[in-house]
């Protein structure tokens, strides 16, 4: 199978087959939303790659992940995003 494997600066869906390959500062996990599914509660999660200065700033930066799970979706004049198959 394909593996999709991008490099962005947008948060990517966290998935159990997501592999970060490189990347510049931190990942933080942001959670969307829980979702009741039959009984039980989805809890969806994003990294989102940041950078700290050394002064505290805190920006975005880039993150380079691959994911079996996931499609690439290239947007005209964008980074591309991965967009999950299961959802």
Same mark, same amino acid.
């Given at each position: 199978s394909c593996i999709a494997s991008i490099e962005t600066p947008y948060p990517v =869906?966290?998935? +159990?087959? /997501?592999?970060?390959?490189s990347g510049k500062g931190s990942c933080y996990y942001m959670h969307e939303k829980c979702m009741s599914k039959k009984g039980s509660l989805? =809890?969806?999660?994003? /990294?989102v790659p940041v950078f700290e200065?050394?002064?505290? /700033?805190? +920006?975005?930066t880039w993150i380079k992940v691959q994911d079996e799970t996931s499609d690439v979706l290239?947007?005209?004049? =964008?980074f591309p995003i991965l967009i999950n198959k299961q959802n």
């Open positions: =869906l966290y998935t +159990s087959t /997501l592999k970060i390959e989805e =809890l969806k999660a994003y /990294l200065d050394k002064n505290g /700033l805190i +920006s975005p290239d947007i005209e004049n =964008l």
